[in-house]
């Protein structure tokens, strides 16, 4: 009986340690060109500003952002749970930095089925601190956030949601061109 009771705080010990906080991103995000959208933006990034930031920055072992960074807001308040904006039209080599605001927690989730053939592995590589594959770790706290880069992968449309919110529709769309 003694050894079963050792046996369950030593896997106790195992599960919390297992839980225990990670490295926080220590990325900055990169608008590396002009503050205001290219005159031929599309519709979607109208609602969209580029994030404020300093030098260029490198995913973990993913393409360095060579364009500009945009920011998405993570919203949950009366009006729902939402992404701000939900649609962005973006370069290839542009970033996106998505910021928890309200309603967390909030990550961001691509999957593997519904993207552009061929990109699972590059975004995969492009997005630091996964806590699954192709899922950012929780942002828990207002102000979070976690930045991805969209360089090297194929052009297309990348559909992503909150895992905690998804039955909530918290979701939306990001166009490579």
Known sequence: ??????????????????????QKNAATTTDTTSAAPAPAAAASESAATPAAGGAATTASAGAAITGKTWEVKEIGDEKGYRYEPATLTIKQGDGVKFTMVSGGPHNVAFDSTTIPAGATAQLTANMPNQMAPLQSNFMM???DAETISFAKVPKGVYPFHCVPHLALGMKGTITVQ
């Open 1 to 22: 009986m003694r050894f079963i009771g050792q046996a369950a705080l030593i896997a106790g010990a195992i599960v919390l340690g297992a839980c225990g906080g990670g």
């Open 141 to 143: 706290n207002p102000g």
